[in-house]
């Protein structure tokens, strides 16, 4: 139970990795506030957890495109008023339509890409700093994509942003870095067996693929005592070797 007393916000947790990584924390003891904008899929995750025998998540429906400046603000304030600190954020909420050329890419598509996979982790971040620093310890996570440093041809909006994502939490994790309180840094999943996988590649045979549930003990080390000190770094889930 390495997270037992840690409360930890996830965004995206109603489906793929988000779903993924709230089964694996909430079994090492940590109580969630999962954050979707689709009730099924959050009761979905809901479910999921309560089966294993874990600690009671919260359920927080938010939409974090269509979500105002005072409604994250206000996820803040409850989050403080009932659990006075936060010790985990998790962005694992993503936007990907399709692969297409910046050239195509609608300015409705553009706006909302950046919205989700960007500008929310950046508003969400900002507004639970405070929260985060009542903890003795804290960590951040953001997810990225394996083609974020390449600039892939037509990864259009979605590739934008994740290069950006990746900027942003190199730059919160310097300045976060003089507290030694609060560590962040980037989870890249790399090739996986997931619905944005099978989203983006359709015709690809998902068998070869590792299962999500093979990211538990890097969720769990991201968000346990074992990588205090770590910061500011690009993790990638295929090349992790877990302490556990």
Same mark, same amino acid.
């Given at each position: 139970?390495l997270?037992?007393?840690?409360?930890?916000?996830?965004?995206g947790?109603g489906?793929?990795l988000?779903?993924?990584?709230?089964?694996?924390?909430a /079994?090492?003891?940590?109580?969630?506030?999962l954050?979707?904008?689709?009730?099924?899929?959050?009761?979905?995750?809901?479910?999921?957890?309560?089966?294993?025998?874990a600690?009671?998540?919260?359920l927080?429906?938010?939409?974090?495109?269509?979500?105002?400046?005072s409604?994250?603000?206000?996820?803040a304030?409850?989050?403080?008023e009932?659990?006075?600190?936060?010790?985990?954020?998790?962005?694992s909420a993503?936007?990907? /339509?399709?692969?297409?050329?910046?050239?195509?890419?609608?300015?409705h598509?553009?706006?909302?890409g950046l919205?989700?996979?960007?500008?929310?982790a950046?508003?969400?971040?900002?507004?639970?700093?405070p929260?985060?620093?009542?903890?003795?310890?804290?960590?951040?996570v953001?997810?990225?994509?394996?083609?974020?440093?390449?600039?892939r041809a037509?990864?259009?909006?979605?590739?934008?942003?994740k290069?950006?994502?990746?900027?942003?939490?190199k730059?919160?994790?310097?300045?976060?870095?003089?507290?030694? /309180? =609060?560590?962040?840094?980037?989870?890249?999943?790399?090739?996986?067996?997931?619905?944005?996988? /099978?989203?983006?590649?359709?015709?690809e045979?998902?068998?070869?693929?590792?299962?999500?549930?093979?990211?538990?003990?890097l969720?769990?080390?991201?968000?346990?005592?074992h990588? =205090?000190?770590?910061?500011?770094?690009? =993790?990638?889930?295929?090349?992790?070797?877990?302490?556990?």
């Amino acid at each position: 139970m390495l997270l037992k007393n840690q409360v930890i916000l996830i965004t995206g947790a109603g489906g793929g990795l988000g779903h993924t990584a709230a089964v694996a924390l909430a /079994k090492q003891g940590a109580t969630l506030i999962l954050l979707d904008k689709l009730i099924p899929k959050l009761e979905h995750t809901y479910d999921a957890i309560i089966a294993s025998g874990a600690p009671t998540p919260v359920l927080y429906p938010f939409d974090l495109a269509g979500a105002t400046e005072s409604e994250y603000e206000e996820l803040a304030d409850i989050i403080e008023e009932k659990y006075g600190a936060l010790q985990g954020l998790l962005h694992s909420a993503v936007e990907f /339509k399709h692969f297409t050329p910046l050239a195509q890419c609608t300015t409705h598509d553009w706006g909302n890409g950046l919205t989700v996979n960007l500008s929310a982790a950046f508003l969400l971040t900002r507004v639970l700093l405070p929260v985060l620093q009542k903890s003795l310890y804290a960590s951040i996570v953001f997810t990225s994509d394996s083609s974020a440093r390449t600039g892939r041809a037509y990864s259009s909006v979605y590739g934008v942003a994740k290069i950006a994502l990746e900027g942003m939490a190199k730059i919160f994790a310097e300045e976060l870095e003089a507290g030694q /309180k =609060i560590r962040v840094n980037t989870l890249v999943p790399g090739a996986i067996n997931s619905p944005l996988r /099978k989203k983006a590649y359709p015709a690809e045979d998902k068998t070869q693929l590792p299962a999500m549930d093979s990211l538990a003990a890097l969720y769990t080390y991201l968000f346990s005592s074992h990588s =205090i000190g770590i910061t500011g770094q690009i =993790i990638n889930a295929q090349t992790f070797t877990s302490p556990f």
